[in-house]
């Protein structure tokens, strides 16, 4: 099996055609090239060109050869070129006179940048106009399908909720609520609308978070009582509660104090008691 390499100019990569023999006609390899490349006879014809010696091969093509392949159009079809468009009135002029090919370049080019200049000015207008109709705000009354997110009730935008001020006779000022975002209700205790750092939650009521609830509490702190005074006594004395029997002292009828058990009869005692017992 014979083979021949092609490749076409604008590419980089040979092909192979294969085909049996010593040599291949010059008509049998644009029909396979053809045929492979997929081109069609009646578009556009195959110049081939040998690759080593750069000269057109007209007869048999040997073996192993290495050629180039170039598209040609088939005569009587011209291939498709740019069109500028120029002003009537230049276009007669220029006919009419004897102008140079410069000077009908020059003019050519103007009337291009003329258009090209029109085209981006008509872009930048467009893009302005589409930016600064998404920066206005809502005016007027919201549509009868808007529902503000913030209170659920319709007749008004989220900007302009009623829940976001309250009258100057519960707030001073009249200043803006805080809203409680991010904190959650369980950490938040009712509070009335003029309590300090009262919130507005999502429910419509006014709170306050629970640690700041008790910040008057925490700010008094322990107070700390002086050095070498006495305990005080509380106000509920032991007799109110009497003591079990189990701890009290057979002998001083009162709360055993170094508690001590004799061994002779397994009861308890104070110290200071059973020692006067076992001295008797």
């Given at each position: 099996m014979s083979c021949v390499h092609y490749k076409f100019s604008s590419k980089l990569d040979y092909n192979t055609v294969t085909f049996d023999g010593l040599h291949i006609t010059l008509s049998e390899?644009?029909?396979?090239?053809?045929?492979?490349?997929?081109?069609?006879?009646?578009?556009?014809?195959?110049?081939?060109?040998?690759?080593?010696?750069?000269?057109d091969d007209e007869a048999h093509i040997p073996k192993h050869s290495s050629v180039i392949v170039r598209r040609t159009p088939i005569g009587g079809v011209k291939p498709a070129g740019r069109t500028f468009i120029v002003c009537g009135g230049e276009l007669s002029g220029l006919l009419s006179s004897s102008y140079t090919l410069k000077h009908l370049i020059k003019v050519t080019l103007k009337h291009v940048m003329c258009?090209?200049?029109?085209?981006?000015?008509?872009?930048?207008?467009?893009?302005?106009?589409?930016v600064s109709s998404y920066s206005k705000k809502a005016v007027g009354p919201p549509p009868?399908?808007?529902?503000?997110?913030?209170?659920?009730?319709?007749?008004?935008?989220?900007?302009?909720?009623?829940?976001?001020?309250?009258?100057?006779?519960?707030?001073?000022n009249s200043h803006p609520v805080r809203i409680s975002k991010g904190i959650p209700q369980s950490f938040m205790v009712k509070a009335e609308p003029g309590a300090k750092g009262a919130m507005l939650t999502s429910t419509g009521e006014y709170a306050i978070p629970?640690?700041?609830?008790?910040?008057?509490?925490?700010?008094?702190?322990?107070?700390?009582?002086?050095?070498?005074?006495?305990?005080?006594?509380?106000?509920?004395?032991?007799?109110?509660?009497?003591?079990?029997?189990?701890?009290?002292?057979p002998i001083c009828n009162d709360l055993m104090t170094d508690a001590v058990v004799i061994p002779c009869c397994g009861n308890s005692y104070c110290d200071?008691?059973?020692?006067?017992?076992?001295?008797?």
């Open positions: 390899l644009k029909r396979q090239i053809m045929a492979r490349e997929r081109l069609k006879a009646t578009d556009c014809d195959l110049q081939i060109t040998n690759a080593q010696t750069r000269e258009i090209s200049i029109h085209c981006l000015a008509e872009r930048v207008f467009n893009s302005v106009t589409c009868a399908h808007y529902t503000c997110f913030r209170c659920g009730k319709a007749g008004h935008y989220i900007r302009q909720c009623p829940m976001l001020m309250v009258s100057n006779s519960i707030v001073c629970a640690i700041d609830a008790y910040v008057e509490a925490y700010a008094l702190g322990k107070k700390e009582r002086p050095p070498f005074v006495p305990q005080e006594q509380s106000s509920s004395e032991d007799d109110n509660d009497p003591i079990p029997d189990e701890l009290l002292c200071d008691c059973e020692f006067s017992k076992c001295r008797r």
